[in-house]
């Protein structure tokens, strides 16, 4: 079955540090585009941060410079190293992945989010 | 940055259509994809590339996009409908993926 988990999400004091964990099964991370999605407490969603395949790195302006997304290839894991937090980045993070499509002859991604993990909840409060 | 916009909120009876709408600058250049997310749960993709489904995804949602609007609608609508939309597309210039506000769904 395909499935994302994340986990390592909680109660984090403004100005701290974590790390964001996503397992995946039943397909490989690194073949595929890999985001992260949040969603504040009775907000819409947000897209957070993109890893392609090929390794390239892209991230919402709101985060760019303190989070840091990668991969372990071996664990078949996402990650999002949170620094710097600040009360406006309590939110629940979903680990997506981005759908690829796949014709007799080729596939290519489609930029739409097509698997989502259940969801890790990070609030950042004193 | 591209800015998408929703409606906040959209009402149907039961049986009748539920049209959604995506506003964005020259939105029909670009692929839209649209999410449902039911409370407490994550979002599900239910048309990709304007108007595609994925497998296992009813032919009641359906999509189109022309100009600057993106419409996703829902036929025959059900009291299981009755959910959060976002719409979504991939901002080329920036590399960045952008979601509309959301339009909360209320079946009457």
């Known amino acids: 079955e395909v499935q994302l988990v994340e986990s390592g999400g909680g109660l984090i004091q403004p100005g701290g540090s974590l790390r964001l964990s996503c397992a995946a099964s039943?397909?490989?991370?690194?073949?595929?585009?890999m985001s992260w999605v949040r969603q504040a407490p009775g907000k819409g969603l947000e897209w957070v941060s993109v890893?392609?395949?090929?390794?390239?790195?892209y991230y919402a302006d709101s985060v760019k410079g303190r989070f840091t997304i990668s991969r372990d290839n071996s664990k078949n894991t996402l990650y999002l190293q949170m620094n710097s937090l600040r009360a406006e980045d309590t939110a629940v993070y979903y680990c997506?992945?981005?759908?690829?499509?796949?014709?007799?002859?080729?596939?290519?991604?489609?930029?739409?989010?097509?698997?989502w993990g259940q969801g890790t909840m990070v609030t950042v409060s004193s | 940055s591209y800015v998408l916009t929703q409606p906040p909120s959209v009402s149907v009876a039961p049986g009748k259509t539920a049209r959604i709408t995506c506003g964005g600058n020259?939105?029909?250049?670009?692929?839209v994809h649209w999410y449902q997310q039911k409370p407490g749960q994550a979002p599900v993709l239910v048309v990709y590339?304007?108007?595609d489904r994925p497998s296992g995804i009813p032919e009641r949602f359906s999509g189109s996009n022309s100009g600057n609007t993106a419409t996703l609608t829902i036929s025959r609508v059900e009291a299981g409908d009755e959910a959060d939309y976002y719409c979504?597309?991939?901002?080329?210039?920036?590399?960045?993926?952008?979601f509309g506000g959301g339009t909360k769904l209320t079946v009457l």
């Open positions: 997506a992945r981005v759908l690829l499509h796949c014709s007799s002859t080729s596939c290519s991604n489609r930029r739409a989010f097509d698997i």
């Open positions: 039943g397909f490989t991370v690194s073949s595929n585009y």
């Open positions: 890893i392609y395949s090929g390794g390239s790195t």
């Open positions: 020259n939105i029909g250049s670009k692929s």
């Open positions: 590339d304007d108007s």
């Open positions: 979504q597309v991939w901002d080329s210039s920036s590399d960045h993926w952008v």
